[in-house]
């Protein structure tokens, strides 16, 4: 049973463009998202987070967007450039004392120059 | 964020000997860290969470026999693989959460195991 999900496995941009990944969930005790960036054989680096409490958290070239209702989240990245080609996992963390992250399974982006 | 290392970052052991794959905090006193296991191709999945001074959690399927985890202090962590086996050949990787505020997890840069 897949708490998260993220539908693309791949997707090419051109430089310069919008990137959207997307994200959706089915766990109603996630209350806070994660976003991380993966290069391989490389360990995961943190790029941003949302509180379940907000619809939108920003960070430079980074936005991203939380839709509760529909359990969804989307990560944008504009303008994209040749460097954030790599993979990019959704973790939510549940709101449990645990508050394990529990990551999707990637979306490949290529930005190609 | 924290600093995390990790060592070995690559070995590759005949089958049914054991690795110790070491997880450093540099920065940061860390009382949970945790073990994760990526296999080709597929998403970072958890195997355990360990605590500091206590026995680790094992999350369902993670036989705790077989992946020995010690967190004798605040800043190492480290796990055992037992009698490895060729399928046990996986890209492991540790990681630190802060205890408050975003809840971020600062991940060490992994450690690529080869069983032959």
């Known amino acids: 049973d897949q708490q998260v999900k993220q539908n693309s496995p791949s997707l090419s941009v051109q430089e310069g463009r919008i990137s959207i990944l997307n994200c959706d969930y089915t766990?109603?005790?996630?209350?806070?998202f994660l976003w991380y960036k993966k290069y391989p054989a490389e360990g995961p680096t943190f790029l941003i987070s949302?509180?379940?409490?907000?619809d939108k958290n920003e960070d430079g070239r980074f936005t991203v967007f939380l839709n509760k209702s529909a359990k969804h989240l989307s990560l944008h990245i504009v303008p994209s450039q040749p460097g954030d080609s790599a993979v990019y996992f959704c973790?939510?963390?549940?709101?449990?004392?645990?508050?394990?992250?529990?990551f999707g399974s990637g979306t490949q982006l290529t930005v190609l120059p | 964020g924290a600093v995390v290392s990790q060592h070995p970052s690559w070995v590759i052991c005949k089958s049914g000997t054991s690795v110790k794959i070491e997880c450093r905090s540099l920065?940061?006193?860390?009382?949970?860290m945790f073990w994760y296991r990526q296999f080709p191709k597929q998403s970072l999945m958890l195997m355990a969470t360990?605590?500091?001074?206590?026995?680790?959690?094992?999350e369902q399927g993670v036989e705790k026999d077989k992946f020995l985890i010690n967190h004798a202090s605040l800043t190492l962590s480290t796990l055992t693989v037992t009698s490895a086996h060729p399928e046990d050949s996986s890209f492991y990787i540790c990681?630190?959460?802060?205890?408050?505020?975003?809840?971020?997890?600062?991940f060490g840069p992994g450690t690529r195991l080869t069983v032959l």
């Open positions: 766990n109603s005790m996630f209350d806070y």
């Open positions: 920065d940061f006193q860390a009382t949970t």
């Open positions: 973790a939510p963390i549940s709101s449990g004392s645990a508050r394990q992250l529990t």
């Open positions: 990681s630190l959460q802060r205890t408050s505020g975003s809840w971020e997890q600062f």
């Open positions: 360990s605590n500091e001074g206590s026995k680790a959690t094992y």
């Open positions: 949302i509180s379940s409490i907000k």
